[in-house]
């Protein structure tokens, strides 16, 4: 909405004379790296805009242990991935086949964590909900000999993990096959409406004894991170939690629920009473999208001056193409297209209008849009100032999961396991009963 809104002149006037004059270099390294301790300026900052980066600096858990967010340095691979950018080194080849690099850094770290949890929780069962291809699920039963009950709800999904099993129990030598038990697939949703009773339902096979177990889930979309917590404070046999979360867009809350006419219910956001009670704790659909941004790889498109940026001036184009045909088609969902940044925009425009159903013609005039064009530096830099609240909002979110957990009497650590650069939804949530103490995982 930048154009069709007119958002540059929303801005303080005395930050638009500061910011239009910034390079790309210079907005990641004035604006969004919170490390730098030895900034130059090229012309004089109003204080506000000072106060603004800093409070949004401060007010945002740190994304890393070991090194600043958004450094030059911070542009490489973790370790495991020097000797070959597409293999980790610390992770067996089973264990890598079908599996894309990011993928394989995040299962070997959670999947050690989750075993630590099973050690001192004494719990040899694991349940991995939302598991999708069972990446993590394989690695948890294969790699590290857990008992181990994957949830998925495409059964799609659930083929190719059995099917995946299968290759991977094929590539093992006879006598270490006898010693590997399969991890078990279950097509099921689970449903954020649904008792903990019903979700332990999915979970019992015919003769089945109910069990305790651990529970864990990899990048859980929307409400499920959600609705997973609520059975750990409420089911006396999840004895310990992962929660790894994205898709915050898709949480419900108040404003946004997921039925037309909910009933009173529990909603994907706020979970604890403490923020449900704050006066302007509401979140937009547009804030949480954002708050699934990656800072760490936009840095270093800035830095790089990267061709990428561009395509946030022609999507603010195009919405004008748009809205000036079809007002109802106002913030239309159009999906990546490839390689957008290599196309000229006449190019861009005509994917994109069919992606909505309008006709190729409906094209601006050269001079307006010539005119807007120009304007990608300001595009890029307003960018910029919103997701410089992006990691606010995540926080904002995770903090009230915390609170959550701790008005029901139970402690959690939130720690940032993934390497940002590499997986950006690193936190993950980790949560005991209230009988066992948490360990220090970092």
């Known amino acids: 909405e930048f154009f069709t809104e007119d958002l540059w002149h929303k801005l303080p006037v005395s930050w638009q004379s500061v910011l239009q004059h910034l390079s790309y270099y210079q907005i990641a390294e004035l604006l969004l790296d919170a490390g730098h301790g030895h900034r130059r300026y090229s012309s004089v900052w109003p204080l506000s805009l000072f106060a603004f980066r800093a409070t949004a600096h401060s007010l945002a858990f740190p994304r890393s242990f070991r090194r600043s967010q958004t450094r030059p340095d911070a542009q490489a691979k973790p370790e495991e991935f020097q000797e070959n950018q597409n293999q980790s080194s610390l992770l067996a080849h089973a264990f890598r086949k079908h599996v894309k690099p990011k993928k394989q850094h995040e299962i070997r770290k959670l999947g050690t964590l989750v075993k630590k949890l099973c050690e001192q929780t004494e719990c040899n069962r694991v349940v991995d909900v939302g598991s999708g291809q069972g990446h993590l699920t394989r690695f948890l039963s294969f790699g590290l000999g857990l008992s181990v009950t994957a949830i998925e709800a495409d059964p799609a999904l659930v083929a190719m993990a059995t099917k995946f099993d299968g290759q991977l129990l094929c590539a093992l030598d006879k006598e270490r096959r006898k010693k590997k038990a399969c991890p078990r697939h279950v097509a099921g949703w689970v449903d954020p409406k649904a008792s903990w009773e019903v979700f332990m339902q999915q979970l019992v096979l015919e003769g089945d004894v109910q069990r305790d177990m651990v529970l864990t889930s990899l990048h859980a979309c929307g409400d499920l991170s959600p609705t997973l917590l609520r059975h750990f404070v409420k089911c006396p046999h999840i004895r310990a939690i992962t929660s790894v979360s994205c898709c915050y867009m898709k949480l419900t809350t108040k404003e946004q629920p997921l039925d037309p006419e909910p009933r009173v219910r529990d909603f994907g956001y706020p979970m604890s009473m403490h923020v449900r009670g704050l006066p302007g704790h509401q979140l937009s659909y547009k804030a949480r999208e954002g708050a699934c941004h990656a800072m760490e790889d936009y840095v270093v498109r800035l830095r790089e001056e990267s061709a990428l940026l561009r395509t946030h001036c022609y999507r603010a184009a195009l919405e004008v193409v748009i809205t000036n045909s079809r007002p109802d088609l106002r913030r239309a969902g159009i999906q990546t297209l490839k390689k957008a940044h290599l196309l000229t925009f006449n190019e861009y425009a005509h994917l994109g209008l069919a992606r909505v159903g309008l006709p190729p013609s409906l094209l601006l005039d050269k001079g307006r849009l010539d005119a807007m064009l120009a304007q990608q530096g300001r595009v890029v830099v307003f960018f910029s100032l919103a997701l410089l609240l992006a990691p606010v909002v995540e926080t904002l979110v995770l903090l009230d999961r915390i609170i959550y957990l701790q008005e029901n009497g139970l ?32």
């Open 411 to 442: 402690h959690s650590q939130l720690v940032p396991l993934f390497d940002p650069n590499f997986s950006p939804r690193n936190f993950v949530l980790v949560s005991l009963g209230d009988a066992f103490t948490i360990l220090h995982f970092v």
